[in-house]
């Protein structure tokens, strides 16, 4: 695999490096500016939390408790690993909701996660004060690890593999010949040469991106914790305590305590200030900003009361904007890897993310699906300093504030808006963050349809979908499809070029549009799109909004070899929705096209109000309409005619419950890089007579039958289904559900689900199965479905 540089010496480079070692790199080169640990790891707590509140994290997570201990084997040095126990408590009724949801997923991989009550509390901690508390959650296998003895131990087991470890070794730049990485250039001048590097520098990785055109989200902050005098009553070991609801942490260290918090309105600490470049870094002591988490703490274990302070430690922590780290290959630069952005949990993530990463760099391809901190899913804007240090007023203090279902930030807001973001305004848009654009949730029609709560149940807001959705079934709604990823490929391979990553034929006629998945080599779904054939030789491909970065790298790195330009439209154009029984005679009203001879799954230039636009038949409501690609100059012109002609504005909400009653997937959740077109469900878009990316493991799993498969599951009764509750048959687990929602149109609970099935097991056969998913410790009866309940025939689609 040639040359690997690690750029940083902390936890996270030393275990990529211990990692890469045993798999066999045989040329690894870790360089760290000033000593090992000694920019953020050596001041880190040391809590080590193998649950976490996502399927994929947890699995990342609960790598460490395996590692840990067999490291401390492999070089005879020890880590200070120890497991303790742990408990998360909680002061609302919501967060118990939370935990239920957490604990099921605990439990589905080997954890012994249980839920408590205050007396539980009470019995297993007396030195706890439960005043306040209403439950909680105990996570038997929590646990401590000592930072600098688990890097040293990394060290040791990469070195005796044949890394090579460098100190003192500054990177000034790193090095790259248009979209591939070349190496570094050190402080001294020196350049040294790789093909891949691994850019793994914490608070210091930013200033190295930025130079080299990558977009890292990263913002150092001052992170503070207290250390305790000895106090000799304390229970050993003592078990790591969140108190999510007030926003500290406090765990054990050799007969003392450890208390510290995630505050909002984070102090940012500029990482290439005076002080930048110091090692073992210790900032001046900040009571004021300290204050209130001590305060919770004295509530919580009243002995602190008598106990004095050892230590105020203030250090840099590096946090994203998003409070999710940055692993992967980058969009913009082959070869070029990070994982930075760890949000003061990288001890314990980094046993899990430098295996992921090693094998990813080995392999060229991710090992598991690893969307959610993909580094890809990052839209660049939102590494603007301004921004991130706006952000900063809540993405600390959002590790343990309360995930409410559907919630949107408030620092940091209005990075992209559309052409036409004020003219949704007007219509009484709710706007929230759709991969970075504000985009309207739903349409208030006073203050407070704008105001409304966040709740653990039934949405708020559920009831204003069930006013806008039904407009579709005799007049016209307006949607805003700006933010979809719109791709122009063209040139005189750019049949062959899509037609082996796309499953589905695409040497169509002009004019036509074909939705298909664009594959990977292990029959995996890289992106799900829509690709118009607008001349020979020129194609439109329109994906969607979250994926921008990531399809435009995909796309670019597929095209290696063939004769073809990309270009990236999205901002080129305003994307508008016209659907609804009414849009027919609503567009004809405007323009002299023939909107009757229109076709599904066809596109043409068209003139409405007297603007070119191109229409393309088309919907991801299941309903007749069309979406109109429009010039931005012009947008607000179209826009206010359709508004004068009757057409209403629908939220993004809404959509997304239309979609799901109709059956349609959504990528991120229900489609990626681990299920295939078959298991979920899109074998009608494949066209088995032509090469393509993947076709082998495909005609492999036809062959074989399939073993897993995504269903549409109707749910009894009225669960707030989100994703990845838990789906029993006969007493056990067997799969996950990947979206839900409430259909406007049918009013049923509906939920996606990938579940396990006998190889070959019909449709049929699956929907006499007997299931209930379980959502916040309840269990909800929940049947598959033969068809989509809404329209299944597709006739008002196709009308």
Request: proline share 6%; net charge negative.
């Amino acid at each position: 695999m040639g040359r690997v540089i690690i750029i940083g010496g902390g936890a996270i480079g030393l275990s990529l490096a211990y990692h890469l070692g045993k798999r066999g790199a045989d040329d690894v080169l870790l360089l760290e500016r000033n000593q090992l640990t000694s920019g953020t790891s050596w001041h880190a707590a040391g809590i080590v939390g193998p649950l976490r509140a996502t399927p994929n994290m947890t699995k990342l997570a609960m790598y460490a408790g395996e590692l840990f201990p067999k490291l401390e084997e492999e070089t005879g040095l020890s880590t200070g690993y120890r497991e303790t126990g742990g408990y998360w408590l909680a002061r609302v009724p919501e967060r118990m909701d939370e935990l239920h949801r957490i604990a099921a997923l605990g439990r589905l991989f080997g954890l012994h996660p249980k839920i408590i009550t205050p007396n539980d509390v009470a019995s297993a901690l007396p030195d706890i004060k439960t005043t306040g508390l209403i439950g909680g959650m105990s996570v038997a296998e929590d646990a401590s690890v000592n930072p600098v003895d688990l890097c040293m131990a990394y060290a040791r087991a990469a070195k005796t593999m044949g890394v090579e470890i460098r100190e003192n070794t500054e990177v000034a730049a790193l090095v790259c010949n248009g979209a591939q990485v070349k190496g570094v250039r050190l402080a001294d001048g020196g350049i040294i040469e790789a093909d891949q590097v691994a850019l793994c520098a914490g608070a210091w990785s930013k200033k190295l991106a930025d130079a080299a055109g990558v977009a890292l989200p990263l913002q150092a902050v001052e992170h503070m914790y207290v250390v305790t005098e000895p106090m000799p009553d304390l229970a050993q070991p003592f078990p790591v305590l969140r108190d999510l609801d007030t926003g500290i942490y406090i765990k054990g260290d050799a007969g003392k305590l450890v208390i510290g918090g995630f505050e909002p309105n984070a102090k940012c600490w500029d990482a290439y200030g005076p002080e930048g470049n110091r090692p073992f870094l210790e900032m001046a002591e900040d009571w004021d900003q300290f204050t209130p988490f001590m305060e919770a703490a004295l509530a919580l274990v009243p002995a602190l009361e008598t106990t004095g302070i050892q230590h105020f430690m203030n250090g840099p922590e590096s946090f994203t904007a998003d409070t999710r780290p940055l692993i992967g290959e980058t969009p913009e630069i082959d070869g070029l890897f990070v994982a930075a952005g760890m949000n003061s949990v990288g001890i314990m993530s980094s046993a899990g993310i430098g295996r992921v990463l090693a094998d990813w760099m080995v392999d060229k391809t991710a090992p598991m699906e690893l969307w959610e901190v993909d580094i890809a899913r990052v839209d660049p804007k939102t590494s603007q300093p301004s921004h991130m240090k706006d952000r900063m007023k809540e993405a600390v203090s959002d590790l343990f504030k309360l995930h409410w279902p559907y919630k949107q930030p408030k620092a940091g807001r209005g990075l992209r808006k559309s052409a036409l973001h004020d003219h949704w305004a007007k219509a009484g848009a709710v706007f929230g963050l759709t991969a970075g654009w504000e985009r309207g949730l739903w349409y208030a029609k006073d203050e407070t349809e704008r105001n409304l709560p966040y709740s653990v149940g039934a949405q708020p807001w559920q009831k204003i979908l069930e006013r806008e959705a039904p407009v579709l079934r005799h007049g016209t709604a307006l949607l805003d499809l700006s933010p979809f990823g719109k791709f122009d490929v063209s040139g005189k391979d750019a049949v062959a070029f899509l037609n082996w990553i796309a499953a589905g034929q695409i040497d169509v006629s002009v004019g036509r549009a074909i939705y298909t998945p664009l594959m990977n080599a292990k029959g995996g779904i890289e992106g799900d799109v829509t690709i118009t054939r607008l001349a020979k030789d020129l194609f439109r491909i329109t994906s969607g909004a979250a994926t921008r970065s990531k399809d435009m790298a995909y796309l670019r790195r597929a095209a290696n070899g063939y004769e073809v330009t990309i270009n990236d439209r999205t901002e080129q154009e305003v994307v508008l929705g016209v659907m609804g029984a009414g849009s027919r005679q609503l567009l004809q009203n405007q323009s002299p096209d023939d909107w009757n001879n229109f076709p599904f799954s066809t596109a043409r230039a068209v003139t409405l109000s007297g603007i070119p636009c191109r229409a393309t038949r088309i919907s991801f409501l299941g309903e007749l309409g069309w979406e109109l690609g429009i010039p931005v100059p012009n947008a607000g012109t179209v826009f206010d005619a359709l508004i004068r002609d009757g057409a209403q504005p629908m939220g993004h909400y809404a959509l997304d419950a239309c979609r799901i009653e109709k059956g349609f997937k959504h990528w991120g959740h229900d489609l990626g890089p681990e299920i295939s077109p078959l298991e979920a469900g899109l074998g009608f878009t494949i066209d088995w007579t032509k090469a393509f990316l993947g076709k082998d493991v495909l005609e492999a799993q036809k062959a074989q039958g399939l073993t897993k498969k995504l269903v549409l599951l109707h749910v009894k009764g009225s669960p707030l289904l989100l994703h990845d509750e838990p789906i029993w048959e006969n007493g056990r687990v067997v799969g996950l559900t990947t979206s839900g929602a409430i259909g406007t149109r049918t009013g049923l609970n509906l939920a996606f689900g990938l579940i396990e099935t006998k190889a070959g097991e019909p449709l049929s056969a699956t929907c006499r199965r007997q299931f209930t998913i379980e959502v916040a410790g309840k269990h909800y009866p929940a049947k598959a479905l033969l068809k989509p309940p809404y329209d299944p025939s597709g006739e008002r689609m196709r009308a």
